[in-house]
């Protein structure tokens, strides 16, 4: 599918379905990026489904706090995890599996956006870690649990990776594409902090404005993880077994408010105001195509595998994701991750020679 920045504008007056329900009682929810925004928001549609827990996966404690009385629910409780520390991460899985490995439903929803190169004590550009390598690691290590537990139920569990209609404006570059390594290429703080978007010669005494606005790695590094987001939500659907009990989705929630855009540079933060007062979604409103990734589709869960969710349905990705390009630069995602995920932690390559198959 191709989309224009006017019709995915003209989109937003589309009337969003009514939240998708379903009785939750005994499952284990997890949500992560849970303390504010989209996350919270589905957290408390969960609570009122009445799981048997519900886990907030947040950075900030006082902020999880916060979210547990938001969904005014008794069993919703606070973990704590950052998406930028690889050992956060394996620390987080290895919580679970030590309280049980219950996991009937995974959200992975945490993410950042950033206009300048900061990286992680991990070593990655700081979006990269959180919004792709950190999503992909927390959800391979609790794959297991998410099988797992499916099974002893006959049931199937729910793998949910929030993803965006950004991802149709953006796509890897040839540039990219010809490094040994792309995931390394945008990791490259030189190759990331180089080009310019806009002409800034008018602004060269507000250097902090020049620095933020003069980078065009940077300034689409958000849209292009989340089209990382759509080929590992890809390419791990393709190497589940169909009789695995687990369904993997991307959801779009759409244009929101959000926290994610609190450090855009002006004048990008003013028409981002402009735009949320005129356009946007309510958050819960987004919110509702989170909770339908992870329990809606019922009548056709084969159309919820690998899916992209949007709007209460699956809808197709962008046309380069879908496009020879698109799948050959997807597999080189894949092998790259799961490379570097591999060096991480072991676990990571046991779970994929035990859990997947290889793609031909």
């Known amino acids: 599918m191709k989309l224009s920045i006017f019709q995915v504008l003209y989109g937003q007056f589309t009337t969003v379905p009514p939240v998708e329900t379903a009785d939750l009682s005994g499952q284990t929810v997890v949500v992560v990026g849970a303390n504010t925004g989209l996350g919270l928001e589905a957290a408390k549609h969960f609570a009122r489904m009445n799981p048997g827990r519900l886990i907030l996966a947040c950075r900030n404690q006082v902020k999880g706090d916060a979210a547990v009385a938001f969904t005014d629910y008794t069993k919703a409780e606070v973990w704590s995890i950052d998406l930028s520390s690889f050992s956060s991460i394996i620390a987080f899985a290895d919580k679970l599996e030590k309280d049980g490995g219950q996991l009937d439903i995974l959200v992975m929803n945490a993410a950042i956006v950033t206009y300048v190169y900061e990286a992680t004590a991990d070593g990655y550009e700081s979006s990269l870690q959180v919004n792709h390598l950190g999503t992909s690691l927390l959800s391979l290590l609790l794959l297991p649990s998410l099988v797992k537990t499916a099974k002893e139920k006959s049931a199937i569990s729910r793998l949910v990776i ?45 250097s902090l404005l020049t620095r933020q606005l003069s980078i065009r790695i940077m300034s689409i590094r958000y849209q292009v993880t989340k089209l990382l987001n759509v080929f590992f939500t890809r390419a791990l659907n393709s190497r589940i077994s169909p009789s695995m009990p687990l369904i993997v989705t991307s959801a779009n929630p759409g244009f929101c408010p959000s ?48 899916g992209f969710v949007h709007l209460g349905d699956v809808q197709e990705v962008s046309d380069y994701a879908i496009s020879e390009e698109g799948g050959k630069v997807q597999e080189r995602i894949w092998t790259e991750t799961i490379d570097i995920l591999a060096g991480v932690t072991p676990r990571v390559r046991e779970i994929v020679d035990q859990y997947l198959s290889v793609v031909a």
Do not use: C, W
């Open 259 to 306: 926290e994610l855009r609190r450090d855009m540079p002006f004048p990008l933060s003013t028409f981002s105001k402009l735009a949320e007062k005129v356009f946007a979604f309510t958050t819960e409103e987004g919110s509702r195509q989170l909770v339908y990734a992870a329990v809606g589709g019922k009548d056709d869960l084969e159309k919820m595998r690998g």
């Open 162 to 206: 929030v993803s965006s209609d950004m991802h149709y404006f953006t796509e890897i570059s040839k540039d990219e594409q010809a490094s040994p390594s792309i995931i390394a290429k945008l990791n490259s703080k030189e190759y990331s902090t180089k080009g310019s978007v806009l002409s800034l010669r008018a602004f060269e005494k507000l």
